[in-house]
């Protein structure tokens, strides 16, 4: 199984890239990984934060293929501990899918097309981060869980 994490914008804090790039080659070790950005919605004038998800739930779902298994990182998704978190992927990976994608949305959330699509919605925290933080908390929390299943000593009960 092949994992993507896709993210509505850039990261620009260069701190902040350079943690993601340890944890994006970390995980590497043990599966296909890649993460991409869909450029940011730019529309003259000013709209709703209503027609802002619909146009990034459009952009996001341009880089969904049919076959793809799709979670949504969503603050009122379902929430896991590390372990269990570790064990929905194992679950994820033995139903056998080509490739996870799991995406991070834009400072509104998701649109509704986007939610519909979605197989699972999970939660990283109740509360509410920064998308460029998410980034970062989503690649440790999929090194955690990676380094769970393989039995590595990262975690720590």
């Known amino acids: 199984m092949k994992l993507l994490l896709l993210a509505m914008g850039k990261t620009d804090s260069g701190a902040l890239t350079s943690l993601m790039a340890d944890f994006e080659t970390r995980l590497k070790r043990y599966l296909p990984f890649e993460m991409e950005s869909v450029p940011e919605i730019r ?13 990034e739930a459009a952009a996001l779902l341009s880089r969904i293929k ?5 979670w949504l990182l969503d603050e009122k998704g379902r929430e896991f501990s590390s372990r269990q978190f570790s064990e929905q992927l194992q679950k994820a990976m033995n139903a056998g899918p080509k490739r996870l994608v799991l995406i991070i949305g834009g400072a509104y959330g998701h649109g509704d097309e986007l939610s519909a699509r979605a197989n699972a919605k999970v939660s990283l925290s109740r509360m509410t981060f920064n998308h460029q933080v998410v980034r970062l908390l989503a690649l440790e929390q999929l090194y955690r ?3 769970i299943l393989k039995g590595d000593p990262y975690h720590n009960d």
């Open 145 to 147: 869980a990676f380094s």
């Open 43 to 55: 529309i003259k004038g000013k709209i709703s934060p209503q027609r802002q998800k619909q146009e």
């Open 66 to 70: 049919p076959t793809d298994t799709v």
